[in-house]
Nanobody, 120 residues
Framework: DVQLVESGGDLVHPGGSLRLSCTAS????????MGWFRQVSGKGRELVAN???????YYTDSVKGRFTISQDNAKNTVYLQMNSLKPEDTAMYYC???????????????WGQGTQVTVS
């Protein structure tokens, strides 16, 4: 079974930083796409960033210059470094994986359970 486990979510003040981690088991994603989505209660899940084959990255406009996605193949882990956090970044953050990248949640087969980020 494929399992994705996120960690690193926390309560942080505006301007602060967090690093989210997503560790995969039963899945080797070095040649695939890993994505971070976020969801606010009552709204749909939105793509934050993704990384394809370890080096091709995409960021939604609202996080460009503040967030960085990276992966450590040896640890089977993808990271989301979040700097200059804003209250509007508050959401549940989900890790997702699949063979190819997609801008929509339906494009990813595998999901973690999420980690809460609160900026206040």
């Amino acid at each position: 079974d494929v399992q994705l486990v996120e960690s690193g979510g926390d309560l942080v003040h505006p301007g602060g930083s967090l690093r989210l981690s997503c560790t995969a088991s039963g899945y080797t994603y070095s040649r695939d796409c890993m994505g971070w989505f976020r969801q606010v209660s009552g709204k749909g899940r939105e793509l934050v960033a993704n990384i394809y084959t370890g080096h091709v990255t995409y960021y939604t406009d609202s996080v460009k210059g503040r967030f960085t996605i990276s992966q450590d193949n040896a640890k089977n882990t993808v990271y989301l470094q979040m700097n200059s956090l804003k209250p509007e970044d508050t959401a549940m953050y989900y890790c997702a994986a699949d063979s190819f990248c997609s801008a929509v949640p339906a494009g990813f087969r595998y999901w973690g359970q999420g980690t809460q980020v609160t900026v206040s």
